[in-house]
């Protein structure tokens, strides 16, 4: 009698083994073995130390910096557990790469985000986690299922607890009007007021203007954002929301801290009180000097793996 049944597999590439490690203590299992080492000429090396045939396989593989290294990483990763004859293999991608490249902005402009799609399929990968992409469109990219997970509710939790009904009072602020929509479900998760910082440029040599769309006059508010990448639109939109709005204390939140650049130094000087991140990417090393607050995302990906291990509806997480 075969009595064989479909085990569980975790895996984890170089970008973010920490995250991987505490998925996998969530669910109450431990990260399999593997490596993943480059030859001296820079190319990707991938070993699995375990058996995978017949089995559920998630790979934990944000792709952030080096997002070329990190992406290469995941693709080598699927690779070999196809041909390792996986049953089902999932890319756990927290924070998506080229998730701003997604359409032309310009003639001749590359679409990257869907050719990031392509060569995930390419490769063998049979569905997608991932949270925040920065664009909704991008899960019709995949002509496989990708499942887009919302972190608003994990923000929405940290401030019930920290603020407690003082909440009420308070605003939740788009940084743009692009990201509004997403700021509205986390002020009526809330129940908090919304108002937006509107940029406007009417031409390619006139100075940019702020607005506030929305009363934040005495309040305190929460600048709620996607991505973190240069910090700039946050710490402008944070200065626009005292010096124009009038607003008493600016927070702000974002499920990516990409934190390139001079970021760590914009946000030091800014009138940001707390910025709240997320670690689909590693905390960065300065991280209490730009006063940066890191939540952890392993119960909710946790969770959304062993519902899609057990071919449970994950609908609680992406709606």
Do not use: W
Not at 59 to 85: G, W, Y
Not at 115 to 130: D, E, K, P, S, Y
Not at 133 to 151: E, K, R, T, V, Y
Request: contains cysteine.
């Amino acid at each position: 009698m075969i009595t064989n049944k479909r085990s569980i597999k975790v895996f984890s590439g170089n970008a973010n083994p920490k995250l991987a490690a505490d998925i996998c203590k969530s669910i109450g299992t431990t990260l399999g073995e593997n490596s993943v080492t480059g030859f001296a000429d820079g190319e990707v090396s991938c070993s699995i130390y375990e058996s995978v045939r017949g089995s559920d396989v998630f790979i934990v593989q944000s792709t952030c910096k080096p997002v070329n290294d990190n992406l290469m990483e995941l693709l080598v990763m699927i690779d070999a557990c196809r041909r390792a004859s996986a049953g089902r293999i999932t890319a756990v991608i927290p924070y998506f790469g080229y998730a701003r490249q997604d359409r032309k902005s310009r003639s001749r402009d590359p679409i990257s985000a869907k050719l990031v799609a392509n060569l995930l399929v390419a490769a063998g990968v049979h569905r997608v986690l991932t949270m925040d992409l920065h664009a909704a469109q991008i899960q019709g990219f995949f002509d496989i299922p990708a499942d887009n997970l919302l972190s608003y509710p994990i923000f929405a939790d940290y401030y019930a607890k920290k603020f407690g009904s003082a909440l009420h009072n308070m605003v939740v602020v788009s940084p743009g009007v692009g990201p509004t929509a997403r700021a509205r479900k986390f002020a009526e998760k809330l129940e908090s007021g919304l108002a937006i910082v509107d940029r406007r440029q009417d031409g390619p040599s006139a100075e940019e203007t702020l607005n506030i769309i929305g009363d934040v006059k005495d309040k305190d508010c929460i600048l709620f954002a996607d991505i973190v990448d240069t910090g700039e639109t946050l710490v402008t939109a944070a200065k626009a929301l005292t010096e124009k709005g009038g607003a008493k204390k600016v927070y702000a939140c974002a499920t990516h801290g990409v934190l390139a650049g001079q970021a760590i130094d914009l946000l030091e000087k800014s009138n940001i009180v707390q910025l709240a991140l997320l670690d689909t990417i590693p905390a960065h090393p300065e991280a209490k000097r730009a006063r940066l607050h890191y939540l952890t995302v392993a119960p909710i990906f946790g969770e959304a793996i062993e519902r899609s291990f057990q071919e449970i509806s994950i609908t609680k997480f992406v709606f």
